[in-house]
């Protein structure tokens, strides 16, 4: 089955630790997004890569960091340098940049406390 | 700069019609999408306009247009299990294509 996948669903870390949230496809996609949603809130762009070894900053990529090293692969590293870590972080993908319909993964929940 | 508006909150009665709007204001534009997202899941795909007018889908439509920088999402024949978020999304053209969401409008059924 194609899909999206994240992992952990949930994850707990202790303030000033750098986590790193999986996100995989096996879609083919070119394109994969990492979004964070605040309760209530819309989804906010962290980052994106339109294209292998190839990302850019989103909208609040400030104490985030990514890699594409692989196509199917786009990993999420919130490190210590963010200051309101806790949120639901969703990655997506489109089978290309520019006017398709995204897939998203099911979402990491991420506590810190 | 970029914005994308929508109303926070709207409620509505089980077998009625409900129109959703959306506003934008992008660097390009080069399609608008509408997405449901029920709490604590991933969002999931609705409808996609690129060119002005109405696209219909059962009981979903969503509307376009460009030169007014505006789209709603109509839904017909409510039902309880359309309480959820409805999200607009722009992919804009800046350099770059970024796929940039609205704040999302929550939408109560109620019976």
């Known amino acids: 089955d194609g899909g999206i996948t994240q992992s952990p669903k949930y994850l707990f870390r202790k303030e000033g630790q750098n986590v790193t949230l999986s996100c995989e496809q096996n879609?083919?996609?070119?394109?994969m997004y990492w979004y964070r949603q605040d309760p209530g809130q819309g989804l906010r762009l962290i980052y994106y890569?339109?294209?292998?070894?190839?990302?850019q900053k989103g909208d609040i990529a400030e104490g985030y960091s990514v890699s594409r090293e692989k196509k199917e692969s786009f990993p999420l590293t919130v490190t210590s340098a963010q200051k309101n870590p806790t949120a639901f972080y969703l990655c997506?993908?489109?089978?290309?940049?520019?006017?398709?319909?995204?897939?998203f993964g099911q979402g990491t929940r991420l506590t810190v406390v | 700069g970029q914005n994308i508006d929508q109303p926070t909150e709207m409620t509505a009665t089980e077998g009625a019609i409900v129109q959703i709007n959306c506003t934008y204001q992008?660097?390009?534009?080069?399609?608008l999408f509408w997405y449901q997202q029920h709490a604590g899941e991933a969002p999931t795909f609705l409808s996609y306009?690129?060119?002005?007018g109405l696209e219909e889908k059962g009981r979903f439509s969503s509307f376009l247009s460009r030169s007014k920088g505006y789209s709603y999402l109509l839904l017909k024949e409510l039902q309880m299990k359309d309480s959820a978020s409805y999200l607009c999304?722009?992919?804009?053209?800046?350099?770059?294509?970024?796929?940039?969401f609205g704040t999302g409008t929550r939408l109560k059924v109620l019976a």
């Open positions: 306009n690129v060119l002005d």
């Open positions: 999304a722009v992919v804009t053209t800046s350099g770059t294509y970024k796929y940039i």
């Open positions: 879609l083919n996609h070119d394109a």
């Open positions: 997506a993908s489109s089978i290309s940049p520019t006017n398709t319909e995204a897939f």
């Open positions: 992008t660097s390009g534009f080069n399609g």
């Open positions: 890569s339109q294209i292998v070894n190839d990302f």
